[in-house]
């Protein structure tokens, strides 16, 4: 158990539905990095918030939104959902003190789009 | 920008083989390297990491060595078991002007070992 928790396990919806995937990280981390798995794209990295703010984006449509709150939850907001969209979606929690800190994988939520 | 290349698989081994998945990345600077571990049905784990050059990062028998002559960081293990049948993801982190650590993967080698 990594300590990270992500809801829902799974979520099954139709296009141009929109969803909201929650994260918790790991006690006393302040960052979380969103990454989408997918098979033709493997694992990308979606976007970070350290301590309520964005600090990084990287390959995240503009259909897709994230926030995180002052208890440090973060959510992730896909919206005019389609078929491509479907993936694994991590989060990962860490302390980000330095490049090599490690980070903590949340089991992740099975995104299906009908 | 940066990019991590891994040898595709399925790999599939018999129990007590010698593994290796080779890995080879490229960087602008001095990135830290990680290999991750999937089992099914689960999220990505640590699997070992190393942080400079000839460091080698090693943990439940796998080693890697960070190589910055040839930009490798291969993943070897001498005697594989059944429980070690997972998803081994090679990846960097090379921190971002804004101290962003994302962390840039490989496209995953499949391994399954069997009896």
């Known amino acids: 158990d990594s300590g990270v928790t992500q809801t829902p396990k799974h979520l099954i919806t139709a296009t141009g539905q929109r969803v909201t995937l929650r994260c918790s990280p790991r006690?006393?981390?302040?960052?979380v990095y969103w990454y989408q798995q997918s098979l033709d794209q493997g694992l990308q990295f979606l976007i970070q918030?350290?301590?309520?703010?964005?600090?990084a984006k990287g390959n995240i449509l503009e259909r897709f939104s994230a926030q995180q709150f002052p208890d440090l939850h973060s959510e992730l907001n896909l919206s005019s959902l389609e078929l491509g969209d479907s993936a694994l979606y991590f989060c990962?929690?860490?302390?980000?003190?330095?490049?090599?800190?490690?980070?903590?994988f949340g089991p992740g939520t099975r995104l299906t789009v009908l | 920008g940066d990019s991590v290349t891994q040898m595709e698989g399925p790999v599939t081994l018999s129990e007590e083989a010698f593994l290796t998945i080779n890995c080879t990345y490229t960087?602008?600077?001095?990135?830290?390297l990680f290999w991750y571990v999937q089992y099914p049905g689960e999220g990505l784990q640590l699997l070992l990491k190393?942080?400079?050059?000839?460091d080698k990062g090693s943990n439940k028998g796998f080693e890697a060595t960070y190589r910055k002559e040839t930009t490798s960081f291969h993943l070897e293990k001498g005697s594989v078991q059944v429980s070690d049948s997972a998803v081994y993801f090679c990846?960097?982190?090379?921190?971002?002007?804004?101290?962003?650590?994302?962390?840039?993967f490989g496209k995953g080698t499949k391994l399954s070992v069997i009896p």
């Open positions: 990962a929690s860490s302390t980000d003190r330095t490049a090599y800190n490690e980070q903590f």
């Open positions: 006690s006393g981390d302040l960052s």
């Open positions: 918030y350290y301590n309520g703010e964005e600090r």
């Open positions: 960087a602008t600077g001095y990135p830290s």
């Open positions: 190393a942080t400079k050059a000839d």
């Open positions: 990846a960097l982190s090379e921190p971002s002007g804004a101290g962003s650590y994302q962390l840039t």
